[in-house]
């Protein structure tokens, strides 16, 4: 999956065009947020990582940040018509708790700690610990 393609899904899946509406710098944002090391430990930062996304943990965070917004929104009557535009961020957020479930939860342990013996590649360089929870 390309960059472009996971802001896409990204944004479909968070609905970000609706209100109230991400913009391309915010959906860029949780692209990158959503980098995960791939099946051989390979981060972002190798050239030969092959790209690997949580994007369900970027389609959580896009919607607590859509609820955010949402949270000056406030209800109003007009004629016979009442708008309970305070509901959005409710729901917004039970969307977010959702998507929150399928979180991979994978992450990387700092490198510049010690490596315990045996988390070395062939050239003797460390490799990332990578837990998924």
Do not use: C
């Amino acid at each position: 999956m390309t960059v472009a393609e996971a802001k896409t899904f990204i944004g479909t899946m968070a609905d970000t065009s609706a209100y109230p509406e991400l913009s391309d710098a915010e959906l860029d944002q949780f692209v990158g947020l959503a980098r995960r090391p791939d099946a051989d430990g390979l981060t972002v930062a190798d050239e030969e990582w092959t790209p690997t996304w949580d994007l369900a943990y970027a389609i959580h965070r896009a919607l607590e940040l859509r609820a955010t917004k949402a949270a000056n929104a406030y209800d109003f009557t007009t004629g016979s018509q009442t708008m309970n535009r305070s509901q959005l961020m409710a729901n917004l957020l039970k969307a977010a708790e959702r998507w929150k479930a399928r979180v991979n939860g994978s992450f990387i342990v700092d490198l510049t700690k010690p490596t315990p013996a045996g988390r070395v590649d062939e050239n003797n360089t460390a490799k990332p610990w990578i837990f998924n929870l």
